[in-house]
C-alpha cells in the first residue's frame, strides 16, 4: 500500500477482555515496529521485527503483551486481560531492512479501557 | 543506554519568525537521526532523515543538522507558518539497539 496502515482506529474494550490491534507495512518494507503513546507521554518501544529474524520483544512490559507477523508482512499486536493502564495509542512503523533506513508511521490505535 | 532530551517542551512565537528546535542524545554511536512532525490525535509524519556521515539535510524550510559527536541535532524552521503548529519529535537509532530511541517533543504554535 501507500502508506503504513492500522486498523481499528478506535477500540473501547471492558478490562480483562482481550485485543488485537493490526498493522500493514508499506509494501518492500521488513522492518516493523510497534511503539506505544500514552496521555501525554512520549514513544515507548514494545517490539521490532527485522525480516525472518527473532523479533526484539524487549519493549514488552509484561506478558500479557505479544505480536506477531505473518509472512514477513502484517503484523498483529495482542493484549491479553486489558487493563486500564493499557489505554494508549499504538502506533505501528516500517522502514526498509537495514541500519539506515526512513521510519514511516501509521495513524495509529486508539485503546480505550474501560 | 541511549536518552534523548528536547528544549524547549514547548514554543510559541508570532507568524513570519525563524525558529530553532533542539535535540541531545547521550550516545554518539547512532546510525541516524530522524525528525517528524505530530499533530494532535494523528501518526508521525517523517520530515527529515539525516546519517551518521552527513552533517544537516534540507527541505523546503525546514533545515535540520547533526553534530554527532557533541550529541546534538537542531531543527530549523525558516518563516514559520500557523500551519506549522504541531509537535517536533526527533528520534535516534543507537548502533547497540534494533529501535529508535523518541525524544519528548516540543509542541510548537505558531500565532497568525
Known amino acids: 500500500g501507500a502508506g503504513v496502515s492500522q486498523s481499528p482506529s478506535n477500540k473501547v474494550t471492558e478490562k480483562g477482555k482481550d485485543v488485537e490491534l493490526r498493522c500493514d507495512p508499506i509494501?518492500?518494507?521488513?522492518?516493523l515496529y510497534w511503539y506505544r503513546q500514552s496521555l501525554g507521554q512520549g514513544l515507548e518501544f514494545l517490539i521490532y521485527f527485522q525480516g525472518n529474524s527473532a523479533p526484539d520483544k524487549s519493549g514488552l512490559p509484561s506478558d500479557r503483551f505479544s505480536a506477531e507477523r505473518t509472512g514477513g508482512s502484517v503484523s498483529t499486536l495482542t493484549i491479553q486481560r486489558t487493563q486500564q493502564e493499557d489505554s494508549a495509542v499504538y502506533l505501528c512503523?516500517?522502514?526498509?531492512?537495514?541500519?539506515?533506513?526512513?521510519?514511516?508511521f501509521g495513524e495509529g490505535s486508539r485503546l480505550t479501557v474501560l | 543506554k541511549q536518552e534523548v532530551t528536547q528544549i524547549p517542551a514547548a514554543l510559541s512565537v508570532p507568524e513570519g519568525e525563524n525558529l530553532v528546535l533542539n535535540c541531545s542524545f547521550t550516545d554518539s554511536a547512532i546510525y541516524n537521526l530522524q525528525w517528524f512532525r505530530q499533530d494532535p490525535g494523528k501518526g508521525l509524519t517523517s520530515l527529515l532523515l539525516?546519517?551518521?556521515?552527513?552533517r544537516e539535510q534540507t527541505s523546503g524550510r525546514l533545515n535540520a543538522s547533526l553534530d554527532k559527536s557533541s550529541g546534538r541535532s537542531t531543527l530549523y524552521i525558516a518563516a514559520s507558518q500557523p500551519g506549522d503548529s504541531a509537535t517536533y519529535l526527533c528520534a535516534v537509532r543507537s548502533v547497540y539497539g534494533q529501535n529508535f530511541v523518541f525524544g519528548p517533543g516540543t509542541r510548537l504554535s505558531v500565532l497568525p
Open positions: 539525516i546519517q551518521s556521515s552527513q
Open positions: 509494501s518492500g518494507h521488513t522492518a
Open positions: 512503523a516500517s522502514s526498509l531492512g537495514g541500519y539506515t533506513g526512513e521510519l514511516f
